[in-house]
């Protein structure tokens, strides 16, 4: 049966680096996350095919897209096509996101 109601626990986790964790849940066409980075943790530069779009909950970040430095802070929120290449630099407290990636992220799927 489907699980219509999740909690965290529910959810696939990710530790893609040290100080990073992504809890991740999935629809039909969407991935919605959970990430978690402790301070000063760095994401390198990469790009995607999938839409992303994001909210910051708690904490502060540099997000550097296409080349280009964005300071991010709690309440805002980012929206990026696909394959555009991007970075994160949290700042010095515990940073926490929720994003939605569309179409889903494969390589966010449990593995069997």
């Keep these: 049966m489907f699980q ?3 909690n965290q626990e529910d959810c696939v986790r990710i ?3 040290p100080g990073q964790v992504i809890f991740a849940a ?3 066409k969407t991935t919605l996350t959970i990430m978690e980075f402790e301070p000063h943790t760095v994401t390198p530069e990469h790009s995607h095919p999938h839409e992303q779009v994001g909210y910051l909950i708690e904490g502060e970040a ?3 897209i296409e ?3 964005y300071p991010v ?3 805002q929120m980012w ?4 394959n555009v290449p991007h970075q994160v630099k949290v700042g010095d407290r515990p940073m926490r996101v929720v994003e939605v990636f569309c179409p ?8 069997d």
């Design 62 to 64: 540099e997000y550097v």
């Design 79 to 82: 929206r990026l096509p696909g």
């Design 73 to 75: 802070r709690a309440g």
């Design 15 to 17: 530790d893609p680096a």
């Design 104 to 111: 889903v992220r494969e390589d966010f799927r449990a593995k």
């Design 67 to 69: 080349g280009k430095t």
């Design 4 to 6: 219509y109601i999740l």
């Design 26 to 28: 999935e629809c039909e």
